[in-house]
């Protein structure tokens, strides 16, 4: 049996999916819906049972005996989500009594981490599981906070600093950069920029971009390394696959591409000519504001992982063609 936590949302829907199509054990989703559509991430897949967060762990101890992976994919993954209590609770502490289940009860565990948790990028985008190098990252938002707090706790445990702590026999954590694809539409104004730029050339036939405010990067420059949602999926398989593997892999495409990149591809895929405007950046983004980020891929690949990445151009053309014209899912 397999448990996916976050399953009903973007990444985690498009597990499902991919692991449906490769394994024939049950599929567990946990999550809540509320009152969104997001249970249309879920409409045409083969599930065994769907849990509600605060009944996971009672869940997980009376199947403790069928339960073999848990991906724990369920967070608050809003950058902009400033009630640090909630997103401590439901990111960090809930986290620690998932990993202490998973080690009892020797169930491997492969979590969602994040690229924010690399702050500014001063430090680079090494994805090193060592407690020294981990800790000269600074994150810039409670998000990204919660995430690198529970990436230092595995570090400890790791390394002995935790007395009578043990972690999962298989324990990775995915450092996802900038991910893109279908069945995100309930993320609303958390949406990856290609949905938010198709509605803009749809509804004003132009794409608006930040001017940058550093001198190294001219409007629009700024540069971020975008990774379709099914590569995703594909690595959390392959790692499913090599259960002997451990550790904090980034997981990006290796290639920052600009923003005027990512707006000329959508154009394209759109048959549009390109009618890009660039906007003052809010003073509220601007000491928070990432202007490149990219995956070193080197440890990922290292570790056997062969699979080639779908370029910008390649994703984004899958997405709008296959599912953003046709308002489809998954």
């Known amino acids: 049996m397999l448990v ?25 989703v946990c999550d809540e819906f509320d009152c969104t559509d997001k249970w249309h991430n879920l409409s045409e897949r083969r599930l065994y049972d769907i849990i509600p967060p605060l009944g996971l762990l009672d869940f997980l101890e009376n199947q ?9 994919l369920g967070a608050i993954s809003s950058t902009t989500e400033r009630n640090v209590d909630l997103v401590l609770e439901q990111n960090f502490r809930f986290s620690k009594r998932l990993l202490q289940w998973c080690s009892l009860n020797r169930v491997r565990l492969i979590y969602a981490s ?17 407690l020294d190098d981990l800790q000269s990252f600074a994150p810039l938002n409670p998000y990204a906070w919660s995430k690198h707090l529970f990436d230092l706790t ?57 001017k940058s405010t550093v001198p190294d990067f001219g409007h629009g420059d700024q540069k ?13 398989l392959w790692f499913h696959q090599h259960p002997e593997l451990s550790g904090l892999f980034n997981t990006g495409t290796g290639q920052a591409r600009s923003f005027n990149d990512l707006a000329k591809a959508v154009f394209k895929a759109m048959k549009r000519e390109p009618n890009i ?37 390649e994703g984004v053309e899958s997405y709008i063609k296959d599912h953003l014209v046709k308002n489809t899912y998954r």
């Open 4 to 28: 996916i936590t976050g399953g009903g949302g973007f990444i985690g829907s498009n597990l499902v999916a991919l692991l449906e199509a490769h394994t024939l054990e049950p599929l567990v």
């Open 64 to 72: 403790k005996s069928n339960v073999t992976t848990v991906f724990h």
């Open 114 to 130: 994040s690229a924010a948790t690399y702050g500014n990028g001063v430090h680079g985008f090494n994805d090193s599981w060592n």
């Open 154 to 210: 595995l570090a400890q445990i790791r390394e002995g600093h935790v007395k009578d702590a043990m972690l999962p026999p298989q324990i990775v954590g995915l450092k996802f950069f900038n991910v893109y694809g279908p069945n995100e539409y309930h993320k609303g104004s958390q949406m990856s920029l290609v949905p938010q730029f198709f509605k803009q050339i749809n509804e004003s036939g132009a794409i608006k971009l930040f």
């Open 224 to 236: 971020r390394d975008f990774i379709h949602v099914d590569d995703c999926a594909k690595v959390m």
């Open 277 to 313: 405007i660039y906007i003052d950046m809010p003073e509220s983004l601007q000491a928070q504001y990432q202007s490149f980020t990219q995956a070193n891929m080197e440890k990922l690949i290292r570790s056997g992982y062969s699979q080639p990445f779908l370029s910008l151009e």
